[in-house]
């Protein structure tokens, strides 16, 4: 799945519109006030991984590396 695809899915399942995220962001990361900038960031797939980590803090989302189980 795109970065992009699955970002705003988890948005969509936080009950947030974009443009709370964006806020939130703002508020929170003094990130752009823009949801044209975080839309176009997402399209790109330019999105660095400290934002990745600072979006999902928004949403109420840890980001947890888990080994994987032996098959």
């Given at each position: 799945?795109?970065?992009?695809?699955?970002?705003?899915?988890?948005?969509?399942?936080?009950?947030?519109?974009?443009?709370?995220?964006?806020?939130?962001?703002?508020?929170?990361?003094?990130?752009?006030?823009?949801?044209?900038?975080?839309?176009?960031?997402?399209?790109?797939?330019?999105?660095?991984?400290?934002e990745v980590i600072?979006?999902?803090?928004?949403?109420?989302?840890?980001?947890?590396?888990?080994?994987?189980?032996?098959?």
């Amino acid at each position: 799945m795109k970065v992009c695809n699955e970002i705003k899915a988890q948005i969509v399942r936080a009950s947030y519109t974009m443009q709370e995220v964006v806020d939130r962001l703002s508020n929170e990361y003094c990130w752009s006030d823009s949801v044209s900038d975080l839309s176009a960031k997402l399209q790109r797939e330019s999105i660095r991984y400290k934002e990745v980590i600072e979006l999902a803090d928004v949403l109420g989302y840890d980001l947890v590396w888990q080994k994987r189980r032996e098959k």
